[in-house]
């Protein structure tokens, strides 16, 4: 369900009045925060509204995307806003479906230069929040008791912060135009590790799945750009951590147990 507050044409048009939309379409793929594609003439944009209280977070989303895309990156700018909703950027490209070797690629020189910008910055949060995992586990404990044996690990993740990640660079979150990635939602980034960023974007485009040729495909190419290197041994550790840390979060907020054991097999 992408779409949690409904709006038409004609509110859209009160808000954003010069840009005469002809059209809106609802997307499917959010989860949490409203998003539609909308069209003016020969032109679409993404329009969103955040369902939840953070107007500092925004703003220093903002301020974050002005940065990266003035660096080179092909990331959406916010170009207006009005009554709480949100215009950005589209970028071109299609979701990938089935990943090649050139994906990986990609997403690598992405993230090391990503990882360029943001090495030592700051953010208003952390990725990983241990007393949101105590309390996440708590809960899991209570309710879905065989998966809270299976991610009693992540009781012990204490990451060291590098800087600011996206921290949720899954598939839906990005585009391709041929070989060219192009990445959004960087509402969640925050303060974190860049292997643990690195192994989220891993687990979203199906490495487990290739026993270690997409794993060392990035590291190869990651490591000729990025601040610091990552080793084999402690991106792999940071994927199963990512795949423990999103299972939780999916059967706390969303009940979603199937999810949960893809992201654990």
């Known amino acids: 369900?992408?779409?949690?507050?409904?709006?038409?044409?004609?509110?859209?048009?009160?808000?954003?009045?010069?840009?005469?939309?002809?059209?809106?379409?609802?997307?499917?793929?959010?989860?949490?925060?409203?998003?539609y594609i909308v069209f003016a003439k020969d032109k679409s944009y993404i329009l969103k509204k955040y369902e939840r209280a953070i107007s500092q977070k925004i703003e220093e989303d903002s301020n974050l995307l002005d940065v990266l895309k003035s660096c080179g990156l092909n990331v959406p700018k916010c170009i207006e806003s009005s009554h709480n909703w949100y215009l950005y950027e589209k970028l071109e490209g299609?979701?990938?479906?089935?990943?090649?070797?050139?994906?990986?690629?990609?997403l690598a020189r992405f993230l090391a230069k990503l990882h360029q910008h943001t090495y030592k910055k700051e953010s208003l949060?952390?990725?990983?929040e241990q007393d949101e995992i105590s309390s996440h586990l708590n809960y899991a404990k209570a309710n879905f008791f065989s998966y809270y044996k299976k991610l009693q690990f992540l009781k012990k993740q204490n990451q060291k912060s590098d800087g600011i990640i996206h921290g949720d660079i899954f598939k839906d979150n990005t585009v391709f135009n041929g070989t060219k990635i192009g990445v959004f939602d960087f509402i969640d980034s925050a303060c974190g590790n860049f292997a643990f960023d690195a192994a989220v974007a891993l687990v979203g485009f199906d490495a487990k799945k290739h026993k270690g040729s997409f794993v060392n495909l990035f590291l190869n190419t990651y490591n000729q750009n990025a601040p610091r290197k990552l080793s084999k041994t402690e991106l792999l550790e940071s994927i199963e951590t990512a795949c423990g840390f999103y299972a939780l979060k999916r059967i706390v907020n969303f009940k979603n147990t199937k999810t949960a054991k893809e992201l654990l097999k």
């Open 1 to 35: 369900m992408g779409v949690k507050t409904a709006i038409s044409l004609d509110e859209l048009n009160e808000l954003f009045d010069s840009y005469r939309f002809t059209s809106l379409v609802e997307t499917t793929s959010g989860i949490i925060d409203t998003t």
């Open 94 to 106: 299609l979701q990938p479906t089935h990943i090649k070797s050139y994906h990986i690629q990609a």
């Open 125 to 128: 949060q952390n990725v990983i």
